[in-house]
Nanobody
């Protein structure tokens, strides 16, 4: 079992930055892929970024490339999502997810076994 707790969300002006954190407990952190997804009101949950077990492979959605960076610190059992140049279109509930089956990462929601409760990000114009 893996427990995930997100933090770091909040209200920020367009052009600003936030760093989300995902604290994990349970199974050894370095044995699962971590990803961030987001869901805006009235929209489906969408992939944002993923990072492999070791942290050596990262993938991100085209909509956030060059602005968002995913990272992880296996010693601290924590993953991060650094978000820069935020726009109102980034407003959403951001979820951390863990997959024990895809060591190099995956962008499909159904490939993830564990989910956090989410942290809200609101970007004002």
């Amino acid at each position: 079992q893996v427990q995930l707790v997100e933090s770091g969300g909040g209200l920020v002006q367009a052009g600003g930055s936030l760093r989300l954190s995902c604290a994990a407990s349970g199974r050894t952190f370095s044995t699962y892929t971590v990803a961030w997804f987001r869901q805006a009101p009235g929209k489906e949950r969408e992939f944002v970024a993923s990072i492999s077990w070791s942290g050596g492979r990262m993938n991100s959605a085209d909509s956030v490339k060059g602005r968002f960076t995913i990272s992880r610190d296996n010693g601290k059992n924590t993953a991060y999502l650094q978000m820069n140049s935020l726009t109102p279109e980034d407003t959403a509930l951001y979820y951390c997810a863990a997959s024990t089956h895809y060591p190099t990462g995956t962008s499909n929601t159904y490939d993830y076994d564990y989910w956090g409760q989410g942290t809200q990000v609101i970007v004002s114009s």
